[in-house]
């Protein structure tokens, strides 16, 4: 089936450095790929569609300049936290979907949990 | 606005007995619903989807059931093993294109052996 690798799955950083976190499609090709957040006990919350070779797009609140999405194959996206501070501390995970064939639910990497000190 | 309710309070079961997980939406149209587990630390694994015009699908010890009337689905785990112990999620797809999938915060289930 459909795998997306996600890298690093940890990462503990210092205040004000950048982090960046890497999502690849390994066996289809993802013209789109979808960022989350999710904080403990809480549901998924989408930061931005990354969108192969174009602009990604932001959800509401979720600062383009912060959080830097680059979608540059189809099959590779990277999320790049900038100057992170200790609020940006958070679970992140990507996705994206097969769109070969029939309709199926969205693959995820296995997520990033950053930690910023 | 959308939403999506899932029960917040854990579950708990025994071992050898069904989980049944509930999902409730509003102010929504979905096309197709789908189920995830996730395990502490992890992303989501697909489960299941189904689609609005489907009432009900199976997979092996997994059922899900999708009435647009009542805007509920439920998702039933059948002869439940401690390793199905996670949180799972359901999330709506909408009926239209250029779409954004919603998903719900989950319910923890632990199966007690």
């Known amino acids: 089936g459909a795998v997306v690798s996600q890298h690093p799955s940890r990462v503990i950083c210092k205040s004000g450095t950048s982090v960046k976190i890497e999502c690849r499609s390994l066996?289809?090709?993802?013209?789109?790929m979808f960022w989350y957040r999710q904080f403990p006990k809480q549901s998924l919350m989408l930061m931005a569609t990354?969108?192969?070779?174009?602009?990604?797009?932001?959800e509401q609140g979720v600062e383009k300049d912060k959080f830097l999405i680059n979608h540059a194959s189809l099959t590779l996206s990277t999320l790049t936290v900038t100057s992170a501070h200790p609020e940006d501390s958070s679970f992140y995970i990507c996705?994206?979907?097969?769109?070969?064939?029939?309709?199926?639910?969205?693959?995820f990497g296995s997520g990033t949990r950053l930690t910023v000190v | 606005s959308q939403k999506i309710e899932q029960n917040s309070e854990a579950l708990n079961i025994q071992e050898g007995k069904t989980a049944t997980l509930t999902c409730n939406y509003t102010n929504y149209s979905p096309a197709y619903l789908q189920w995830y587990r996730q395990d502490p630390g992890r992303g989501p694994v697909f489960l299941l989807l189904i689609r609005e015009n489907e009432k009900e699908k199976r997979k092996e010890r997994l059922k899900v059931t999708f009435d647009t009337t009542l805007k509920q689905s439920l998702f039933h785990i059948t002869a439940s093993q401690p390793a199905d112990s996670a949180t799972y999620l359901c999330a709506l797809d909408p009926n239209t294109g250029g779409f954004k999938t919603i998903f719900g915060a989950g319910t923890r289930l632990f199966v007690k052996a």
């Open positions: 066996d289809f090709q993802a013209t789109t």
């Open positions: 996705s994206a979907r097969d769109s070969g064939g029939q309709v199926s639910g969205y693959t």
């Open positions: 990354s969108n192969e070779g174009s602009k990604a797009t932001y």
